[in-house]
């Protein structure tokens, strides 16, 4: 099994569909991707890289690359271009001996790295689109790595999940129906590359035969006018954006986009006022929830659009409150909660979210399987089952915030906080916030003789971390709650905050 | 044959192919158009046509299974004949399709 035979039964069965690009014809077939993956998997292979780095925005450069490091053999390691210069250097230094596909303005921290070859998007693409077209002769090996994605663990030290070409070829193959995309359909990618939502968008929207269109950046207005101007018809975007898209619509009265028939959204909580709000605002557009993880090959369970409508117009609280529901899992899945010594908890009742099946990994390169012998994953969700099935997401249990869909890990905050001279203990937590999914509260112990502003700590972390690690409130407390063995109680804090005095400034 | 997941298999008699998507690991008497399917390296070309009974036709993109699913093969390449393992049949493996999610 190979990802590249996905792309093979696309092109061989709709070669002449536009794969990437505009529905004015301008773009790239699904022959042309096939052939431009042949090769840059020669290109791969032509060089020592034992692995394929993306840190750029997305292109047409990003399927061409993803198959053409499954042709070539190779993981392919999309990395995140918001990470900071060194925190890049440091993952390239980490998947070398490699070759990265990037850009001029982004390609710096990659330089210096030992061993690591860098191509910009522009040369790769006129190196990818002529010349002989190797035979198909990628491995079917299923255990052979397709793609690395760091994601940010407990500690926040960055951990490559690692995904199979079994795991992703059997998502795609349990939940995409082959051709089942009519000529006319659409999509707009809007994720990031190192995101699983993004490689995940790619390799259905190729299976179902659904043209992409991509934006690089996303902002409200341009994904508006850019879902007009190309009759999209299915979009997934993360809570934060939808809620900005719904700010923007309702700016521009008058303003609809007709053909957009599927909605879906995930990456974090989303707010019941914005998915209320976004219901209205698209009447005719199917919603649809999906809940998943890196390390589970992307979506695992989903919320239809008649679950949503039901959910809309129904007068009992049970059925309503499913809104705020993750939907039920895949056919093709096992999901059940458990108690923190892995027993299988009663309907209803909140535990950790375990989950099995073919498309779950469950796997950091060089950190082993965290699958139990039985092959379950315990996903570090909290959770629980209604008596229909229905699945609610409560969080993560080792309370790692997640702001407008991005991870932030509290202990990066903490450790920060812990250096200023003048801040003797710190704590890091999310709170619910209609925006952003979640929002940073940092509640510190100053020294005795300190008069350290609210102000004067957000700039320190804002000096230190990137600007999406700023706290967004800063809680000065007497002193923080431990349990017996030493470990911070952030639960408890969370639970005083609103008997606590929040600085807004 | 034995197979394993990720094995290609080609008709004798027609233009199907398949991927073994889940294979049990014993040697199965896998047949296209009611003659055993071989080796898409093999060089020599289909010839012959499906037999009787045999001749339902292969369609791409589904999954065909045997009644335990223990076998399940994807076809990659439509063709006249059918799938079956020995005499018996294969049957396509019905899926509820899913909304769009990502």
């Not at chain 1, 190779?74 to 993952?91: A, C, D, K, M, S």
Request: aromatic share 6%.
């Amino acid at each position: 099994m190979n990802l590249m035979m996905l792309l093979e039964m696309a092109s061989s069965a709709f070669g002449d569909r536009i794969a990437v690009g505009s529905k004015d014809g301008s773009g790239v077939s699904y022959s042309a991707l096939y052939s431009n993956s042949g090769r840059a998997a020669e290109i791969f292979r032509n060089s020592p890289a034992e692995k394929v780095a993306f840190l750029d925005t997305s292109s047409v450069a990003l399927p061409t690359a993803l198959f053409g490091s499954a042709w070539a053999g190779l993981p392919f390691v999309p990395l995140n271009y918001r990470l900071t210069e060194t925190e890049i250097h440091e993952l390239g230094s980490e998947i070398a001996p490699a070759v990265g596909i990037t850009s001029a303005s982004m390609r710096g921290p990659l330089e210096e790295v030992p061993q690591f070859e860098t191509i910009e998007r522009e040369g790769f693409l006129s190196q990818a689109s002529s010349g002989d077209v190797p035979d198909a002769d990628w491995s079917m090996d299923p255990d052979q790595i397709a793609i690395l994605l760091f994601t940010s663990g407990t500690t926040g030290a960055p951990k490559a999940a690692v995904l199979r070409h079994s795991h992703l070829v059997s998502y795609i193959l349990g939940s995409v129906e082959f051709m089942g995309a009519g000529d006319e359909e659409a999509t707009l990618v809007s994720v990031p590359p190192y995101h699983v939502a993004g490689m995940a968008a790619l390799c259905s929207s190729v299976y179902a035969g659904r043209r992409i269109v991509q934006l690089p950046n996303f902002d409200p207005s341009s994904w508006i006018d850019l879902a007009i101007a190309e009759s999209i018809t299915h979009a997934m975007v993360v809570p934060t954006m939808l809620s900005r898209i719904v700010e923007e619509l309702e700016n521009r009265p008058g303003v609809s986009i007709d053909s957009l028939r599927a909605l879906s959204y995930g990456g974090g909580k989303m707010p019941r006022p914005v998915i209320e709000k976004a219901l209205h605002l698209f009447p005719n557009t199917n919603f649809v929830n999906a809940y998943g993880l890196t390390e589970t090959s992307s979506t695992i369970s989903v919320l239809g659009p008649e679950d949503h409508r039901d959910a809309l117009e129904s007068d009992e609280e049970a059925v309503r409150r499913r809104l705020s529901s993750a939907g039920k899992p895949l056919p093709n899945l096992e999901v059940s909660i458990r108690d923190e010594e892995g027993k299988v908890l009663q309907t209803g009742i909140s535990g950790e979210i375990w989950v099995k099946g073919e498309q779950v990994s469950g796997e950091y390169l060089g950190h082993g399987t965290k699958l139990t012998d039985d092959g379950w994953f315990p996903t570090n969700d909290g959770g629980f089952l209604d008596e229909s099935g229905y699945l609610f997401v409560e969080g993560r249990i080792d309370d790692i915030i997640i702001r407008g869909g991005e991870n932030i890990s509290p202990g990066e905050i903490e450790e920060t906080l812990l250096t200023h001279s003048e801040i003797r203990d710190a704590a890091a937590f999310g709170i619910p916030d209609t925006h952003w999914g979640e929002v940073i509260v940092t509640a510190i112990v100053t020294t005795g003789e300190s008069d350290l502003s609210a102000t004067e700590v957000k700039e320190f972390v804002k000096n230190q971390l990137r600007s999406s690690r700023t706290p967004d409130h800063v809680v000065i407390v007497d002193e923080l709650p431990y349990n017996e063995t030493g470990k911070l109680l952030r639960r408890v804090l969370r639970e005083n905050l609103s008997s606590l005095s929040i600085d807004e400034g | 044959m034995e197979l394993r997941a990720g094995s290609r298999l080609k008709s004798a008699v027609c233009d199907t192919e398949v991927i073994a998507v889940k294979a049990p690991a014993e040697d199965l008497d896998i047949r296209c158009g009611g003659v055993p399917m071989t080796d898409p390296t093999n060089s020599e070309g289909e010839s012959g046509t499906p037999v009787e009974g045999a001749d339902g036709g292969t369609l791409m993109g589904k999954r065909y299974v045997n009644p335990e699913e223990t076998l399940e093969l994807l076809c990659t390449k439509p063709g006249t004949g059918s799938l079956g393992v020995g005499d018996t049949l294969l049957e396509i493996k019905e899926s509820k399709p899913l909304p769009a999610s990502d």
